[in-house]
Structures are given as C-alpha cells and as structure tokens.
C-alpha cells in the first residue's frame, strides 16, 4: 500500500491510530475496527484500506442518509453571530473567482442530498446544472427540484466539460486518487475551475474518527497532491473552520514529480482524547455530527444525551438519545468534541456550563 499523496511505501504493520469503533460521514455508527497510516515521507494520514474495509464503505453507500435529522437539509452552523449552512457560506467566499461565469455548465460531484445545489440556485440561477452521485437513490427528486439536464451515477459516463465543477467533502472519500483526479482534469474546459473542499486535519482532529473518509489532509499535502494535476492551486482568503477550500484549474497532461513536505503529529491528540472520553463519568455531548456521534459510542451508557443550539433539531432523538436544548441549564458536565478555537466561540456562547474538553 502506498501513499495517495506522495507515492511512498507504508508500513501497514505501524498503524498510529486504532479504532475499535467508529462513525460513518453521516453520523451512522460503525462498530468495526479502522487503522490509520501515517507516511514517513510526506506526513499524510489515511486509512488502511482492506478488501473488507471497502465492502463496509460500499455498504455505508448504499444506505447513505446525509444530514437526516434535518430532512436531507444542510444544517446550520452556529459559530457566527449570525447561523449559516457551509455550502452558501462557500459561494460566498469564492465570490471573486465566479463573478464572471455569469452562464456556465456546472457539475456538483458527489451531491447527496443537494445541499450544494441549493446554494447554487440561490446564487446563480442561470447556470446549466448537473449532477454526479454515487447513490441515485436522490436523482428523481434533485433533476425535478434543481432543473437538472442530467444525473450521473459515475464520474466515466461524463462526456461534456464544465465551466465550474464543485466537489464539497468528496476528496477524502477516494481511494483510487490519480484516477480521479485525472478524470476530474479531464472533464474541466479550457477555462473551467474547480472547488474542491475537504476536512482540515490540523484543525479538527476529530475527522480521524470518520470510517470513510480514507485521507484525512492538512493544507500543505493538499497543496501538494493538487499541484500534481493542477498548474493553478489556489486557496481562497477566507475559509471556514475545519475545512479547507481550494480552487484548481488549468489540468496537466502529466503529473509531475511530488515535493517532499513537513510531517505534522495530529494522532497522539487523538489517541489522548480517546483515553480521556473514555475515562469520563455520566456526561452530555454538544452537537449532532459525526464527532458527537463517536463520542457517543465511547461514551456508551454513560451518554446522558446530546445538546444542540439549532431549534429544528430539540426535541429529536438521535442514537436512540434525545436532544436537549443547549440554552438550557444542566447539572452534569458536557463535553466539547471541537477544535480550541471553536470552544472558545462555545464558552462565549454558553458560560453557564460545566463544560470538558
């Protein structure tokens, strides 16, 4: 097995992370064992990818329900003073690289429930919209809703080129990299971009808890794998936390040779904060994504219920706990599953809690 970044030989018997559980990209538990590699050369981690491995992700695949306590809907992000949905927040930000695509062909890879195409009609309604998903359980209703030309079940069966493709958390996703990223070159017109957005590893080290999610990237390895493909990589001014979001265009007929990088240790945080959930008392857990829900499964019994600032959401259940009101006032400690810039936004928000992290 070889590195996706930087092609180097692993060493699949020095695992740094083990997990004995963990959850799916949409929150569902997984309760089978996942190790993750870490390159000697370039820093990168990924998973170890089994022929079993693969068999639980096609599974997960099929029965793929993203952002299910909202109905399919994208949920809000309460980290400004003023709630917002990623996918809207990032039109916005990549506003001066689409001002000009006035009329374009625009493809969404990997669309689920069509969270991007959402945010895309909102902002650019003349564009001629497609669609690529793995899953075709949503092509009916996303080709109705959105005006689609056309659905396509595999990125092979894509014969047009675009002037804008987006592929919001999809990257981390693939395991056969190059051909992707080859296919994805081929498929760009002369003067198309594309905006790829994918978990940031050194800000959330919790995405390591992710089943299928096979990369987990920092910047830098990024970088680097893009410019592999890409002459032009270029990384908006302003991101989102806990993603990265970079646009690519220009395609190279021939990858070109990979630039060593710095390796960054992200595993032992998580290896610690593994121990720590662990060790924790009768406890609530804010938040319902997918690092909540890991929580929630090293928790086991001890997960008193989940807290939660979006009002759609109180009241539910999820994991057969329900969701509280996190205004409200709770006698038992909660624990924080966030990067220390996001806690510091939630100790502002919510002083009135006992709060671990």
């Known amino acids: 097995m070889n590195c996706l970044i930087c092609n180097a030989p692993l060493n699949t018997q020095n695992s740094v992370i083990k997990l004995n559980q963990s959850v799916a990209s949409d929150c569902?538990?997984?309760?089978?064992?996942?190790?993750?590699?870490?390159?000697?050369?370039?820093?990168?981690?990924?998973?170890?990818?089994?022929?079993?491995y693969l068999r639980k992700v096609d599974d997960i695949y099929k029965n793929y329900q993203p952002y299910s306590l909202n109905q399919g809907k994208?949920?809000?992000?309460?980290?400004?003073?003023?709630?917002?949905t990623?996918?809207?927040?990032?039109?916005?930000?990549?506003?001066?690289?689409?001002?000009?695509?006035?009329?374009?062909?625009?493809?969404?890879?990997?669309?689920?429930?069509?969270?991007?195409?959402?945010?895309?009609?909102?902002?650019?309604?003349?564009?001629?919209?497609?669609?690529?998903?793995?899953?075709?359980?949503?092509?009916?209703?996303?080709?109705?809703?959105?005006?689609?030309?056309?659905?396509?079940?595999?990125?092979s069966d894509v014969t047009l080129n675009f002037d804008v493709i987006t592929l919001i958390h999809v990257l981390e996703h693939i395991e056969d990299v190059d051909g992707f990223l080859t296919e994805l070159g081929g498929i760009l017109s002369n003067s198309g971009i594309a905006i790829i957005q994918v978990p940031a590893i050194e800000e959330n080290?919790?995405?390591?808890?992710?089943?299928?999610?096979?990369?987990?990237?920092?910047?830098?390895?990024l970088e680097a794998l893009l410019s592999q493909y890409f002459d032009i990589v270029t990384f908006p001014e302003e991101q989102i936390a806990k993603e990265i979001t970079v646009i690519v265009s220009n395609p190279r007929r021939k990858p070109r040779t990979y630039?060593?990088?710095?390796?960054?240790?992200?595993?032992?945080?998580?290896n610690q904060k593994q121990g720590q959930i662990r060790s924790l008392e009768n406890?609530?857990?804010?938040?319902?994504?997918?690092?909540?829900?890991?929580?929630?499964?090293?928790?086991?019994?001890?997960?008193?219920?989940?807290?939660?600032?979006?009002?759609?959401?109180?009241?539910?259940?999820?994991?057969?706990k329900k969701i509280f009101d996190a205004?409200?006032?709770y006698l038992r400690p909660i624990y924080l599953p966030y990067p220390l810039e996001q806690i510091r936004q939630i100790?502002?928000?919510?002083?009135?809690?006992?709060?671990?992290y």
């Open 259 to 270: 630039i060593r990088n710095n390796r960054a240790d992200k595993h032992t945080e998580f």
């Open 327 to 329: 205004n409200s006032n």
């Open 205 to 221: 080290i919790w995405d390591f808890a992710i089943f299928d999610h096979i990369s987990h990237f920092s910047r830098q390895g």
């Open 86 to 155: 990623r996918c809207v927040k990032l039109i916005k930000n990549c506003f001066n690289y689409l001002k000009d695509k006035d009329v374009c062909n625009y493809l969404d890879i990997g669309t689920g429930s069509g969270a991007m195409l959402q945010a895309v009609e909102s902002e650019h309604q003349d564009w001629t919209k497609y669609a690529q998903d793995i899953s075709d359980n949503n092509a009916d209703l996303l080709i109705d809703k959105y005006s689609l030309v056309d659905f396509y079940s595999s990125l």
């Open 283 to 320: 406890v609530y857990v804010l938040g319902t994504g997918p690092a909540a829900c890991f929580c929630a499964s090293l928790l086991g019994s001890r997960l008193l219920g989940f807290l939660d600032e979006d009002p759609d959401k109180i009241g539910k259940s999820l994991l057969c």
């Open 347 to 356: 100790k502002v928000r919510l002083p009135q809690h006992q709060l671990i």
């Open 28 to 52: 569902t538990p997984v309760n089978l064992p996942a190790e993750i590699l870490w390159c000697d050369e370039c820093g990168h981690y990924q998973k170890l990818v089994s022929a079993e």
């Open 74 to 84: 994208e949920q809000q992000n309460f980290s400004a003073s003023i709630p917002f």
